[in-house]
Every structure is written in structure tokens, then in C-alpha cells.
């Protein structure tokens, strides 16, 4: 027995036949004329400017509306957690399909933030109202709410950023081209 590992390179060689390689890619060469050299530029003004704030606005919502769950017996804290929770989450899924340039989920991620921002902006204002409360099995008059009514200001604030960041600060990458880069007809 010897030590020595057996020749391999007969054995393992593809054969020219059996070979499933692409053929080889030369990067830096280009076939036909030279495209344009274009640069992407983010939006109007950088998306962290506009998201982060937009992020703290829905804890600055979820505080709020959880320091009301816990004075009063009104609303669970777990459902507060549980609604402003999965409100940040798509925002933060937004700023995702935003940076990759995802539009689809893009679409789906400001669809679904609408429509958890607007529920959870018309619950926290209808709960700031003036209402007839039970109170030891009686219905009591309380008035208006301070608490939830700056809750649902705060996610309207978040969700106005949003929209504003869709609208108008994002607008997508814009594509920029270089002044030298584009070649002239002789």
C-alpha cells in the first residue's frame, strides 16, 4: 500500500461531450458600440430622512396609545402592541422595496400600511370621542380623550411621511447619464 493518493487527473477530466459549462465571460469587453455610462441617483432627498422620522412617529403612536391601554380597561396592551407592531413592519418593508427597487412589494407594502394606519387612526380617534362608557354595569358619560387622539395623530403623521416619501421625496431612482460618457455621431 502506498501513501500516495491515486492520479486523478485521467479519471476526473470531463470529456468535451459531457461538459455542462457555459462559455468563459471576458469582463470589460463590450461587442458593438459602447453604451452610455448612467448613474442612479436615490430620490429627492436621501429615505432615511424621511422613513426613520416616519418610523419613530408610529412608536411615538404605539406609546401613546399603550400608556391609554394601561390606565384604562379599554383596550388590551397586547393589541396595541400587536396593531402599531405590524403597522412598523411594513413601513420597514416599504424602506426595504424601496432601497432594492422592489416595486411590487413596494405596492403591496403602501397598500397594506395605508390600510393598518388608516384602521388604526380611525379606532384611536373614535375612542378619543366623547362616549357612554360601562362602569360597574352602568352606562357612564366620560368626555373627550386626550391620549388616543394624540395616538392617532402621530400614525397620521407617520402615514402622511409615507405618502409624502411615495409621492414625492422618494420618486423612485432616477436614471442620470454621464455628459462625456455619451458617444457622438461622426
Known amino acids: 500500500m502506498s501513501s500516495r493518493a491515486p492520479d ?5 477530466a470531463p470529456s468535451p461531450a459531457r461538459s455542462t459549462e457555459a462559455a468563459p ?6 461587442s458593438g458600440a459602447a453604451a452610455p455610462a448612467v448613474r442612479l441617483l436615490p430620490g429627492r432627498v ?11 412617529l408610529v412608536w411615538v403612536g404605539a406609546s401613546l396609545a399603550s400608556l391609554f391601554a ?3 380597561a379599554e383596550w388590551h396592551p397586547l393589541m396595541v402592541f400587536v396593531g402599531w407592531g405590524g403597522l412598523f413592519c411594513w413601513y420597514w ?7 432594492y427597487r422592489r416595486r411590487l412589494m413596494k405596492v403591496l407594502a403602501v397598500g397594506m400600511s395605508a390600510l393598518v394606519g388608516a384602521v388604526l387612526i380611525w379606532v384611536s380617534a373614535t375612542r378619543a370621542a ?7 354595569g352602568v352606562l357612564v358619560e366620560r368626555g373627550a380623550l386626550l391620549l388616543p387622539g394624540l395616538a392617532a395623530v402621530a400614525t397620521t403623521l407617520s402615514l ?17 447619464r454621464e455628459r462625456d460618457s455619451v458617444e457622438r455621431p461622426r
Do not use: C, N
Not at 130 to 136: A, C, G, K, Y
Open 130 to 136: 366623547p362616549m357612554r362608557v360601562p362602569v360597574d
Open 46 to 56: 436621501e429615505a432615511s430622512r424621511v422613513l426613520y422620522p416616519g418610523y419613530l
Open 8 to 12: 486523478s487527473t485521467t479519471q476526473d
Open 25 to 30: 465571460v471576458v469582463l470589460g469587453e463590450r
Open 160 to 176: 402622511a411621511l409615507l405618502i409624502a416619501h411615495l409621492l414625492y421625496f422618494g420618486r423612485g431612482y432616477r436614471e442620470k
Open 93 to 99: 418593508v416599504y424602506g426595504v422595496a424601496y432601497r
Open 70 to 72: 394601561w390606565r384604562r
